[in-house]
T-cell receptor, first 113, second 112 residues
Framework: ETGVTQTPRHLVMGMTNKKSLKCEQH?????MYWYKQSAKKPLELMFV???????ENNSVPSRFSPECPNSSHLFLHLHTLQPEDSALYLC????????????FGPGTRLLVL | DQQVKQNSPSLSVQEGRISILNCDYT??????FLWYKKYPAEGPTFLIS?????DKNEDGRFTVFLNKSAKHLSLHIVPSQPGDSAVYFC???????????FGKGTMLLVSP
């Protein structure tokens, strides 16, 4: 498998559920990102991990919890989400120093009921 | 406050003609710009980039022009093909950070 993969591709969850999104990159990159894309809004950066350490957290609510166990894997743990959290969640990876050229996964389309 | 702006949400062009997608930025510290292309149900894919030391970068049918004095860049696609129909995002690395800031995107529709 090549590039950046994300699972699941689609997820429907209730507000009391706990679920996790998974991202895996096969590019040998050392930085990984979570983005949120809502309708008619620009891509919103949520978290950045560089060399497995979280370097940025863009004021994201605590109901979103990232985890980066190694440089190839990134998780986004979800709990007690709200309907307004319904969006496309995109994972990306890059090589530090590559002037921002990020490679994106296909995204997880999340619907919170 | 958005630092990268794409003011046209959509653009329709006939096959074979030129598509011009525009992007404005506000931060004069930006020195590198990228264009991404996104099909429905897929993540964005990197298309082309330009450094601020250049005013033009060309890759096949795609050319990006940079006007630093106007803080404006544009992506030209010539000739446009129906397979180019997608959402195009302009982006720039935020100086001092490991992140990109994106515009809202422009949906391009190329009709046969």
């Amino acid at each position: 498998e090549t590039g950046v993969t994300q699972t699941p591709r689609h997820l429907v969850m209730g507000m009391t559920n706990k679920k996790s999104l998974k991202c895996e990159q096969h590019l040998g990159h050392n930085a990984m990102y979570w983005y949120k894309q809502s309708a008619k809004k620009p891509l919103e950066l949520m978290f950045v991990y560089s060399l497995e350490e979280r370097v940025e957290n863009n004021s994201v609510p605590s109901r979103f919890s990232p985890e980066c166990p190694n440089s190839s894997h990134l998780f986004l743990h979800l709990h007690t989400l709200q309907p307004e959290d319904s969006a496309l969640y995109l994972c990306a990876s890059s090589q530090e120093g590559a002037r921002g050229t990020q490679y994106f996964g296909p995204g997880t389309r999340l619907l919170v009921l | 406050d958005q630092q990268v702006k794409q003011n046209s949400p959509s653009l329709s062009v006939q096959e074979g003609r030129i598509s011009i997608l525009n992007c404005d930025y506000t931060n004069s510290m930006f020195d590198y710009f990228l264009w991404y292309k996104k099909y429905p149900a897929e993540g964005p894919t990197f298309l082309i980039s330009i450094s601020s030391i250049k005013d033009k970068n060309e890759d096949g049918r795609f050319t990006v022009f940079l006007n630093k004095s106007a803080k404006h860049l544009s992506l030209h696609i010539v000739p446009s093909q129906p397979g180019d129909s997608a959402v195009y995002f302009c982006a720039a690395p935020i100086p001092g950070y490991s992140t990109l800031t994106f515009g809202k995107g422009t949906m391009l529709l190329v009709s046969p």
